[in-house]
């Protein structure tokens, strides 16, 4: 029983391990500056996860294998442990632990401890069950007044746009992300109903969009495409398909499409999300 | 001083009729096979409602005929709606939560042993154990009502009388907003959405309703530990098992209560037309929301998630207990490093007050607060690897006897490292950015609560079993239920982590919306078939659980050569477990392989000088009065 | 697989030290075995009911604290709070809850010296001021309802509400227990465990009682300067 059970706990953990480094099941590129450190913070803190893993199932196999009793008169080591091992085995593993809890933080600070940079891209992004709304400030890159008064998703004013604003005028608010690739963009996060989070895998990045609060973040997309961007916090019954698209495109057709007064905005981007596909999976 | 007589002693006499024996009864083993009962109707509950959920996710739109007939509204067509899995998500994990992980480990078997182990007669406040054990029955039902009050259209239509949050009979099978119940969401009422309504209002009242057992249960538990112990047990020589549950006790009285102050809010929120947790300028389903402004749905999360966390070292620590005192009694050795896995079991206690943030890195709140949280969440892992090192070092040198105590016992090692592992990726938050409510969170804890947790619980019953019962389980049947479920486990769990590398999200209905998620076929696939062998696999737990209780092998009082106290008295014990004498300890919990002694492990009720001696023939206990 | 055993039998004892020797092992197989340990163990000790009710303590002064924060991270994060006027009954309550302390901690204090007559006569003045104080809350309660302070129209006024709500339920909770002792008084029992546990009871009440008071002054406190 013994040898079977150390066995089979050496099978689990191949397995297991196959299962992380075969890559067939892996992150989707990563198509943003700060993607490549989570990338390798990642790395580095899975293989310390694999090692970790891989030898305490091994010990544990091993001891299982070895140690079964087998009918013979000798007693097990009477021993109520080793303080020395034991100041090694904790300081040792507070060590790597708090290493690991230390590095964790870079990217996080850079992102979230941080502004935006001056000259970044601001789009509104507003969600709601079960929809995405990002509003663009035109061409006067100042955001027209918006009151939750004059919403009305009837009349597709989804944010509550006010028309007697002159800042207004030129804003568009459609249901696609569309930004310039290696331009930062600043995101405002707000929500109409419940909590959403926005997600885009490829970004290496997710935010909650609460209700009541405007959250400023941003970041900074390197790769021209088409990515599917998924909520992230559950938000009632068609949470799993509150999709929208977000759009990085080259800097020239950035900056024609902002500049389009409402009435053109729309189209535009319709045509530029049949112009990219998603990426190849 | 007067003489003591047998009446001082011996507290309250043994009760006659069915009811104060079996129903009503103030004996803490009566009282702690109740709630191991009850754990065993709700983890069917869980388990059920995980596999409906296995087979929407593998197969939408699958038309289950059954379905149609008990739940017209939410399976129209006998096809499960997307409301109808979010009900089941939610329901599943407020089932197992509640009332399979903190009841079983500490309300059954802490009720069951704490006494005994530490050679008291009862529980230092017998009617109030009696009445926790009640009212945490009483919530289990609230939340079975809730079931009916959202799926059944009669049922909803008598709820929905009570009032306008009340709103019942949407066709879900309860409330829609996971375990974790988010505000503004679950705040809102019917008009966000289906399940909002009185499945809600009865989640949170069959909550508040456990929060006060918990509560009367963890205040005997503490009181008897320190009041109750007997002659020579120190706190020194009382077994692990008695540190987890007093630990734990101490987690649920100050967590618990923040649950119950939260979930008030809540209530009053959806019913008194407070603000707590609704903001201003809301607009839902077509409308904006009047009268409400000024409230912060962070608080919710803030509240519930400082009883959360501790609420999921509850879980776990009584299984470590006895995972550490049957890997000792099984490797006849002593645990490796006593003072040290006591000193754990408290660091995990106590630092789990500390890094409920990491739950919320991105929720929107301080991202400085953030950071704190991230590294103090790292930092316990350090005391968990102590406890590691340690069951490694108690099994090295050992000689072990496999038998299915120790079989699960082992297997809660490897379970526990394999999901506590993956606690140093998701406790980072550069990392949290990608795997925050993706799948990776929900392998991790369904790997240390959904199973490694459930391992102790199977361990100590396959242990304790035989002293409750006075009959042993079947040994065949118990190692084919570890190596199925073992394997199994192992099979449906593994894969979540690929699913969130992926970058799957949680609490999805159906997975064929997105583009990046299509590679997941496979493994979903994979988890639902291992899923459906595992839990059918369960029936062999319940099956020799319920037959040997009236045909297993008669067992004596030390089966399993064991050292505690509860194996120096009949199996079962009699009604105040020592017959009315007081044991006397003189040696600690673990006194196996000692040089010298003639037996391989020394009682620790053993006189200096006194060993036990092993007769050969099968004993059947004393002759202390059964019930 | 190594064979397990499935019964225990004791050995005649060699050498145990100290004690009254047992005759056969420790007795359990109920063959005439003596005493194994000190019963003194097995007996009550009011520091039972004291540890139960510091525990108890514990647990709601958690639920307050969680309230608490509430307050404080509400009245932060927006600009609709609006405290009201502190009725003057309040007052009120404040005082006899604090005469109530001390008329408990007399009756305690009685009971220590075994004056049972005067411990009864302080419970129930006790009792009375308890009564008083919720008495005085519902009065408050009213006085604000008529004056339009509903509990929903703003935050401060959903706290208030709360708290003093919180703090009577559990008060009530404490005047149930004062009942008790008062109808132990009466029906004393005349066994040593009986009296200890009598006197261990009113030990506990009187903490939890002390608790009451403090907590309504915090409360109050709360509800008074941090606007």
Known sequence: MGRLLGIVIWGITIA????????????????????KSVDSQFMITIIVVGVAFTAAQVGLGWVVFKFRDNASAQRATYSHGNNRLEVVWTVATAIIFISLAVMGQRVWASLNLHAAPPGSLQVEVVAQQFSWNFHYAGKDNVFGRTDPNLIDDSALNYVGLDDTDPNAKDDSVVSTLAI?????????????????????????????????????????????????????ELCGMNHYKMKAYMLVLPENEFSELAALPQEKFQARKDELLNKYQLPNY | MAEATHEEVHRHPAPTGFIRKYIFSIDHKVIGIQYIMLALCAVLVGMIMSVLMRVNLTWPG????????????????????????????????????????????????????????????????????????????????????????EGNATVGGWISKLGESFAGGSGTVGPIGGWTGYAPLSALGKIAGPGQGAGVNLWIISIAIFCVGSLLGALNFITTLLNMRTRGMSLMRMPLTCWAWFTTAILALLSFPVLLGGGILLLLD????????????????GALVPNHAGGSPLLWQHLFWFFGHPEVYIAILPGMGATSHILSTFARKPVFGYRAMVFAIFAIGGLGFFVWGHHMFISGMSPYSAVAFSILTLSIGVPSAIKTFNWLGTLWGAKIRFTTP????????????????????????????????????????????????????????????????????????????????????????????AMGLLGMPRRYARFDEYEFLKNSKGLVMFVTVAAIITVVAQVLFYFNFFWSMFKGKIAGDNPWEATTLEWSIPSPPPHDNFAGIVPTVYHGAYEFSVPGAPNDFIMQTDGEGIAADISGAGGNGGNGHRH | MAATATGTNQVVPVGVGGGPRPKNGNGFHGNGGGRGGDDLSFRFSPARYRIGVWMAIGSILMLFVALTSAYIVRSASANDWHPIVMPKVLWLSTTLIIISSITIERARRSLKRNNQAAYGRWLVNTVALGIGFVASQLVAWRQLVRQGVYMAANPYNSFFYLFTAAHGVHLLGGLCALTYLLVRTRKARNTLDGELRRVGAADAVTIYWHFMDVLWIGLFSLLLFWK
């Open chain 2, 406 to 497: 120790m079989l699960f016992a082992i297997g809660f090692v490897s379970l526990f490292v394999a999901g506590g592992i993956t606690g140093l990726v998701l406790g980072q938050t550069s990392l949290d950015f990608f795997f925050h409510d993706t799948y990776f969170v929900t392998a991790h804890f369904h790997l240390v609560m959904g199973v490694a947790s459930i391992f102790g619980m199977f361990a100590a019953t396959y242990f304790w079993f035989p002293k409750m019962f006075g009959r042993m389980m079947n040994e065949s049947i118990g190692k084919l239920h570890f190596w199925i479920t073992f394997i199994g486990v192992y099979a449906i769990f593994v894969p979540f982590h």
């Open chain 1, 16 to 35: 297991s391990v196959w299962m992380f480094v075969s890559g067939k099941w892996w992150f989707p590129e990563t198509i943003s500056e700060h993607g």
């Open chain 2, 62 to 149: 699958t038309h289950i005929h059954i379905m149609e007939t008990l739940f017209p509204q939410g399976a129209p067509g006998g096809v499960m709606t997307p409301e109808f899995y979010l009900s089941l998500v939610t329901m599943h994990g407020t089932i197992m939560v509640f009332f399979v992980l903190t009841t079983a480990p500490q309300g059954g078997f802490g009720n069951y042993f704490l006494p005994i182990q530490i050679g008291a007669d009862d529980m230092a406040f017998p009617v109030l154990n009696m009445m926790s054990f009640w009212v945490t029955f009483v919530g289990f039902l609230v939340i079975l009502l809730a079931i009916f009050a």
């Open chain 2, 270 to 285: 959806r019913i008194a037309g407070t603000s707590f947790f609704i903001p201003g300028g809301l607009y839902v389903s």
């Open chain 1, 180 to 232: 310039p690739v290696n331009r930062p963009v600043e995101l405002i996060l707000r929500s109409k109903d419940v909590t959403h989070s926005f997600f885009v895998p490829q970004l290496r990045f997710k935010q909650d969009l609460v209700p009541g609060m405007n959250i400023h973040v941003h970041f900074t997309a390197t790769k021209i495409g088409k990515y599917e961007l998924a909520c992230a």
